[in-house]
Each structure stands twice: as C-alpha cells, then as structure tokens.
C-alpha cells in the first residue's frame, strides 16, 4: 500500500481499472476531502452532511470507473465534477420526491468551476438563496459564531480554526453546534 502512495492518480486509476482493490482504496482515501469539502457546501435542515458524503463518494467512484485520460484534464478535476454533480442530483432528486430533510437546502459554496454545469437560472437561485441565509445567519448567530461558522462552510478543519482564532478546540466545536441549532430553527421558519 506504501508503493501506491506514490503513485499518480492516473497510474492508480489504471491499476483500478485492471482490478487492483488497493488501488481504488487508495483513490478514495486520497480524495475523501474532496468529497468532505463538496458535501460541505450544502446545508440540510434535518439532514446530515454525511448523507452527502456518502453520495459524493459515490460519485468518486464512479469518477474512477468512468475516467479516461485526456489531454488537459486531471483526474482530481473530472473526480470534483463527479462527486459535485452527484451531490448536486441527489439534492434534486430528494426536492423532487418531497423528501424534508433535503427540501431545504441552501448552498454556501461560491462560485466554483465545479459547478459550471448548473444552469445561469439555478445558479441564480443558488446565489440568492445564499446571500439571504447568511443575512439571516448574521441576525440570528453572535459575532464569535458567525465568524467560526462561516470559516467551517469555506471549508476550513476544526483544526484550522482553532489555529486562525487562538480558540480551544472545545469553544470551536460548541460555536459549531450552537450554530447548527439556530440555524436549523431559522430555517423552519
């Protein structure tokens, strides 16, 4: 496993795709915060964001399955295109059949690349549904949450927080917690 390591993801890829178990595991360990970072960019009242996961890694395997090398394209940009879109229509597909949890999600990520592929009225909506959570974040979360919050959706590790703000992991967590409640309520409304 060691060897695979150091291999390119193409090289592991191929491997993949003669067989090799170790090598799709290594895949799927290696961009698992791909995943983690897409899936996190979606907000479901009454869901949780390992649903999401759990779908994105789907659709990284599916990535490994269906990748073909082309002059340009990385695997690691046709995987984020992969596991966004997976994410992406299984929040659809969840609004369409009326499922609650996933009724209400909000998108926080910004404009990315990865999500081209939406159409400019979904992107729209997108956008507005975006600026209007955080305007009602802002109103409902104090200063310290609001900020801890907001460096947690970019994408940011408990880890990371603690070292930006000089805060204890514990603070960091409850600031978290404290503010998927109040948020979860503001969006019930």
Same mark, same amino acid.
């Given at each position: 496993m060691d060897e695979l390591k150091l291999k390119i993801d193409e090289e592991l890829v191929t491997l993949s795709k003669a067989g090799d178990k170790q090598a799709t595991e290594a895949l799927l360990i290696r961009h698992a915060g791909l995943v983690r970072g897409c899936a996190r960019? /979606? /907000?479901l009242v009454g869901g949780e964001t390992e649903d999401l996961i759990q779908e994105g890694m789907i659709g990284l395997y599916s990535a490994i399955e269906d990748y073909k $090398? !082309?002059?340009g394209q990385s695997f690691k940009k046709f995987a984020a295109l992969c596991v966004s879109r997976r994410i992406i229509d299984a929040v !659809?597909?969840?609004?369409r059949k009326k499922n609650m $949890?996933?009724?209400?999600?909000v998108s926080f990520m910004?404009?990315?690349p990865v999500f081209?592929?939406?159409s400019p009225e979904d992107m729209l909506i997108l956008s507005d549904d975006r600026r209007e959570f955080r305007q009602k974040m802002s109103r409902v979360l104090s200063d310290f949450e609001f900020k801890i919050t907001t460096m947690y959706i970019d994408g940011m590790s408990c880890a990371e927080i603690c070292d930006m703000t000089g805060k204890s992991a514990k603070s960091i967590d409850n600031a978290i917690q404290r503010s998927k409640r !109040?948020?979860?309520?503001?969006?019930k409304k």
């Open positions: 960019g /979606f /907000f $090398p !082309k002059e !659809k597909t969840a609004a $949890p996933l009724n209400y999600y910004d404009e990315d081209s592929g939406l !109040k948020l979860q309520e503001i969006l």
